[in-house]
């Protein structure tokens, strides 16, 4: 199993379970169940996946592991790209699409994507 893979389902674990917290303890299908596909491998500073689960809204999270700014954008196969946030470092924007995300220092963003 590849490094990124392992620190995906350590963070994914602990990350998705603060989203579920925070969303009142309703959490998306695909936050208890799902697979983790990963998301620009290449990029070396923000580690990101989706969370699927079939028949239910696919999950993006992104991680920022730098002490800089870090911009993603990502595109679902099937989505419009339309993002519905479930959980995010606190003070960061809100965005509602998935074209442009800015991840502060050490950043996290979880989204439910339609």
Same mark, same amino acid.
């Given at each position: ?9 350590? /963070? ?9 917290? =925070? &969303?009142? *303890?309703? +959490?998306?299908?695909? @936050? ?12 070396t500073k ?20 730098? /002490? ?9 196969? =099937? &989505?419009? *790209?339309? +993002?519905?946030?479930? @959980? ?27």
């Amino acid at each position: 199993m590849h490094c990124y893979k392992r620190i995906a389902s350590c /963070a994914s674990a602990l990350i998705l379970g603060a989203a579920a917290l =925070g &969303a009142g *303890g309703q +959490a998306a299908p695909s @936050l208890a169940h799902g697979a983790n596909p990963m998301l620009d491998t290449a990029n070396t500073k923000v580690l990101s996946w989706l969370r699927l689960a079939p028949g239910a809204p696919a999950v993006v999270v992104s991680v920022n592991f730098t /002490a800089e700014s870090q911009t993603v954008a990502w595109s679902v196969p =099937g &989505a419009r *790209g339309i +993002a519905r946030t479930l @959980l995010k470092t606190p003070g960061a924007a809100d965005p509602v699409l998935l074209d442009r995300i800015v991840l502060g220092p050490f950043g996290v963003y979880v989204a439910e994507v339609r």
